[in-house]
């Protein structure tokens, strides 16, 4: 595979990655107009004081719209008298195979022509400049997703009219002397910067009670997972995070929830619903994948192969090392000159045995997508990017079939530099790469040269195989991915059931290293 120029290109960027201003000020002169969308199911007490603190943000009245979504409630909800100039009731009629908050916000969210949807619960209280402080990160860039900053409390005595009467005074932070915060979240975005290197666990932190974003993003992204009833949010926010969106934890959008959550009030149950539902399009979900040997709706790795060297045993060999943590996934596209095996041959002197026995084996496994090429084309590192699809896949990995170089220990290499691309080069001139799923997604929307933009966005960095395998190998060297290990799955830990996990890992681990060692 011939690849001009790949050391030209071969540095380390820090332009985009997840880099962001250090600091913004609220926009003196807005234009961007907003569409706050509240999707409810009754609640109308609650819903009532969301609707007077929206009348007092500071964010001019002029650019916002509030639509509220009534998804089925048992008694109609209204528009009460203290409420937003610019108020809409939606009815979402459901049906057997549309309802929920997640249908009901996609079908209102694609008529919305908003520059911005401000997505909102509809048991929130929010500081008077709250939106405003989301505001001035869209009209600083098209590609933030905004986090507001909340607390919960279990009591509150205002009414509507005393709630905005204290608003007026100046009284926000003074309407509860007593509240928490969600400590594993703040948690996560003070170890993460700010979620400027969120790691990729970094998607936990998106949660969907206050977050905004450009409405041309809520498009491309397709909205919420429309098979997801609870959990939208997480999944989504895992989308944001593969397509090379920022997401900003915002520190001055202060709000109250009221009342606890839907996951405090009835953990057990949520998670045995949402685990699997999650892990399904998730696969940074290691720990809840690792439970059953499934197959899943995104894999964890997309690997591309030139097979025309490629022998099954070899391919078979490759996978299993991929894969051999537990949780992991692969979808496998094979290159190859298939129609080549169209012709008439002898199974006794057949020239393309090894394709033919590849084909022969998978072609009925859907694990394995096959994808024609001339037998003697120069395969370029451009025209392997031009196969790749984007997705929620964080891993993409190309190899030719002749190249040892150890994938999983390639992608480990890669997240921990941080590089957007890290390709290894073999003195046959053998090339082995793999992409991570935020760089390409960036690099392709900006378009021109792709390859170009990874350099020049998120870094890309080419080293030989020799180097690679002093890297990845001896004692210091397993040593130092043991302990990035132990941080990267210590950083999971969130519950007693997490800590099980962690442990369980551990102990697999050793065990593997005993067995193989004697």
């Known amino acids: 595979m011939a690849a001009p120029c790949i050391w030209k290109y ?30 409810c199911k009754d609640g109308q007490e ?8 929206l ?27 203290i409420s937003p100039k610019n108020t809409r009731l939606v009815k979402y009629k459901n049906s057997p195979s549309h309802w929920g908050k997640t249908s009901a916000t996609n079908h209102v969210a694609a008529g919305l022509k908003e520059d911005v949807l401000w997505f909102i619960d509809a048991d929130m209280v929010f500081e008077p400049h709250h939106l405003a402080h989301h505001m001035k990160w869209h009209h600083a860039g098209d590609d933030f997703a905004v986090l507001g900053w909340k607390r919960f409390v279990d009591q509150w005595e205002y009414t509507p009219a005393s709630l905005l009467e204290s608003l007026r005074k100046g009284g926000f932070h003074n309407l509860h002397s007593q509240s928490w915060s969600k400590e594993l979240w703040e948690e996560r ?14 998607y936990r932190a998106f949660v969907g009670a206050t977050f905004s974003i450009m409405n041309s993003q809520w498009r491309k992204l397709g909205g919420y997972n429309r098979e997801l009833i609870t ?25 109250w929830h009221l009342g606890f959550s839907t996951v405090e009030k009835n953990k057990e149950l949520i998670h045995r619903h949402n685990d699997p539902a999650l892990a399904q399009f998730i696969p940074e979900m290691h720990s809840v994948r690792s439970r059953h040997n499934f197959d899943w709706k995104v894999p964890t ?7 025309r060297k490629m022998t099954l045993s070899g391919l078979l060999s490759r996978r299993q090392e991929l894969l051999a943590t537990n949780g992991t996934s692969a979808h496998f596209t094979l290159i190859g ?4 095996l169209r012709n008439r041959y002898s199974p006794t002197s057949d020239i393309y045995a090894d394709l033919r026995e590849i084909h022969s084996w998978l072609k009925g496994d859907k694990s394995y997508t096959f994808v024609e090429i001339d037998s003697k084309v120069n395969l370029t590192i451009d025209s392997v990017i031009k196969l790749i699809q984007p997705s929620a896949t964080p891993h993409y990995i190309f190899f030719e079939g002749t190249s040892k170089i150890d994938l ?26 793999v992409i991570f799923g935020p760089a390409l997604s960036r690099a392709l929307n900006a378009g021109g040269n792709v390859y170009e933009n990874i350099s020049e966005q998120w870094g890309i960095n080419w080293i030989t195989d020799e180097k690679f395998l002093q890297l990845n190998s001896g004692r210091k060297s397993r040593i130092r991915r043991f302990s990035r290990f132990i941080k990267r799955e210590g950083k999971k830990i969130n519950s007693p059931l997490q800590l099980v996990i962690f442990f369980q890992k551990i102990g697999k681990l050793i065990l593997r290293k005993v067995l193989r060692n004697g």
């Open 189 to 202: 975005i003070n170890r993460t910067q700010d979620l400027v290197n969120p790691a990729l666990e970094g």
């Open 10 to 39: 071969s540095r380390m960027s820090t332009n985009f990655r997840f880099n962001r201003p250090q600091e913004l000020s609220i926009v003196a002169k807005p234009s961007l107009s907003v569409a706050v969308v509240i999707a």
């Open 231 to 255: 959990g939208e949010d997480t999944e989504l926010g895992w989308r944001i995070f593969v397509s090379g969106l920022r997401t900003v934890p915002e520190r001055e959008a202060h709000s």
């Open 337 to 340: 000159p298939w129609k080549l």
């Open 55 to 81: 009348t007092f943000q500071s964010y001019p009245s002029r650019l916002v719209n509030v639509y509220i979504i009534d998804d089925g409630s048992s008694t109609p909800i209204v528009i009460p008298a």
């Open 46 to 53: 609650k819903l009532d004081l969301v609707l007077a603190s």
């Open 408 to 433: 999983k220990h390639l992608v480990d290499f890669q997240i921990s530099q941080g590089h957007g691309l890290l390709g290894v080069v073999d003195k046959q001139d053998n090339r082995a790469f």
């Open 301 to 307: 790795y997309k690997v591309y192969v030139d097979a």
